[in-house]
Nanobody, 113 residues
Framework: QVQLVESGGGLVQAGGSLRLSCAAS??????MGWYRQAPGKQRDLVAS???????NYADSVKGRFTISRDNAKNTVYLQMNSLKVEDTAVYYC?????????WGRGTQVTVSS
């Protein structure tokens, strides 16, 4: 049973930083990434990374967020800098294993003004 466990969310002031981590229970994941969902809005991609390290970012976070992964630890990270109030959302980890998507339960990120 694949499990993705996020950590690192919390409350931070605008301009601050947070680092999210997502540890996966099994081995060998292809694409991994982070999505977020604000109240009343759809879940949107924040950033993704291939097993080889190619990255993709939403325009709204480019230059502020950095996604990385450690394949040996089956873990994906999201370094979030220069946080804005509009970054407030539940952040979900996503990972593909043999073409099947898996999701974490989410971690709340709240940015105060």
């Amino acid at each position: 049973q694949v499990q993705l466990v996020e950590s690192g969310g919390g409350l931070v002031q605008a301009g601050g930083s947070l680092r999210l981590s997502c540890a996966a229970s099994e081995t060998y994941y292809s694409d991994m990434g982070w999505y977020r969902q604000a109240p009343g809005k759809q879940r949107d991609l924040v950033a993704s990374i291939t097993r080889g390290g190619n990255t993709n970012y939403a325009d709204s976070v480019k230059g502020r967020f950095t996604i990385s992964r450690d394949n040996a630890k089956n873990t994906v990270y999201l370094q979030m800098n220069s946080l804005k109030v509009e970054d407030t959302a539940v952040y979900y980890c996503n990972a593909y294993r043999f073409s099947r998507p898996y999701w974490g339960r989410g971690t709340q990120v709240t940015v105060s003004s």
